[in-house]
């Protein structure tokens, strides 16, 4: 068990650098779910910071920033805390110190790291960005999740009752904890978005805005004179905002806005336009369409996002059209084109 409170120790470190890949937060889950004994260790690290940071402050210290977890250990111990009162909780948290003596002198060395890492003083700011047709998640040490799309740039500050991002262009996909005491906010154009607890994408490119919420529900407060009326947006729910326009909810199928993750984009009945528009911050040729009908013209089918010239051959089998390669550009033209 003392080796695995040492991974343990030595996960918790690790998931703390921004600079983390998917790849390793994959590890991370793999090596999570391969062992009961695993989970037991990492929750037991997990409890450890948390005994030493309540014994280090006041009896009823505001809350903290959490370490990166899984979402069921985070939601698990969520509804242990909230059944306490503040003066079990206090004593809680100080019985748990004698805990650290038993993780082993290199675990408590990784602690010891993470809590530098996890706790800073006052509020910090930090901006995550892709490049064309790159992919980013990002962990926070809150428990919530972040992927950025490509061409995306978000700004995220956290503290002790701070959770706020805002994205500032691009798209994201947001695997987001409840807590009442913190709420996360996302800033966006056109709006804020809140998050009642949920796993929700947005997308804003050219003015427009996208919300797809596929878990949980979003509270969307559009940005205006006075105080505009909330929007409530459910799971299977997408809203969108047009420049200038009025938010609209419809059913979806919302796992459909969360294709780009896994590399491909599920179209039904969308536009070639907005096709091109998805698939333009993937690659360095941008795709152009000059006719207007062909623009308009919709198309649905899954399309894989591999090489640009695989890509666009496969969405020239959705609708008949011709593709005219150029020095710095691909522009779509009309099957009958000259």
């Known amino acids: ?12 470190v690790r998931l703390q650098d921004a600079e983390i890949g998917e790849a390793e937060l994959l590890e991370f889950d793999a090596w999570l779910s391969a062992s009961p004994d ?7 690290v997990l409890e450890t910071l948390e005994s030493i940071s309540g014994a280090a402050t006041a009896p009823q210290p505001a ?3 959490q370490p990166a977890r899984g979402l069921r250990t985070a939601s698990r ?6 059944s306490r009162s503040a003066g079990e909780r206090s004593w809680w948290r100080t019985s748990r110190t004698w805990v650290s003596a038993a993780a082993g002198a290199a675990a408590l060395a990784a602690i010891a790291l993470t809590l530098v890492q996890v706790w800073p003083a006052g509020t910090t700011t930090r901006v995550y960005a892709t490049a064309r047709g790159q992919r980013r998640a990002i962990l926070l040490a809150s428990g919530d999740r972040l992927e950025l799309n490509a061409e995306t740039r978000v700004r995220v500050r956290t503290g002790a009752r701070t959770r706020e991002v805002s994205l500032l262009s691009g798209e994201a996909a ?3 904890r409840h807590d009442p005491s913190r709420p996360f906010i996302v800033t966006v154009p056109g709006g804020r978005i809140r998050d009642l607890g949920t796993e929700f994408d947005v997308r804003a490119r050219n003015g427009s805005l996208a919300l797809t919420v596929r878990r949980g529900s979003v509270r969307f407060r ?7 009326a909330a929007l409530q947006v459910q799971a299977g729910q997408q809203m969108n905002l047009a420049p200038g326009g009025t938010a609209r909810v419809s059913q979806v199928d919302a ?4 294709g780009w993750r896994t590399g491909r984009l599920v179209l039904r009945d969308t536009p070639l336009a907005e096709v091109v528009e998805d698939l333009n911050p993937y690659f360095a040729q941008p795709l152009r369409i000059d006719d207007r009908a062909l623009a308009t013209r919709r198309v649905t089918g899954v399309l894989r996002i591999e090489d640009e010239a695989s890509t666009v051959r496969r969405l020239a089998m959705f609708t008949p059209m011709r593709v005219r390669p150029g020095r710095d550009e691909i522009r779509l033209v009309p099957a009958d084109a000259p």
Do not use: I
């Not at 695993?38 to 037991?44: E, P, S, T």
């Not at 111990?77 to 909230?82: I, L, P, Q, V």
């Open 174 to 176: 947001f695997t987001v």
């Open 222 to 228: 559009p940005s205006g004179a006075g105080e505009p």
């Open 255 to 258: 796992a459909d806005a969360f």
């Open 38 to 44: 695993h989970r037991q260790a990492y929750d037991q």
């Open 1 to 12: 068990m003392t080796d695995h409170r040492e991974a343990a120790a030595r996960w918790s």
């Open 77 to 82: 111990r969520e509804a242990a805390r909230s």
């Open 63 to 65: 809350p903290v920033e």
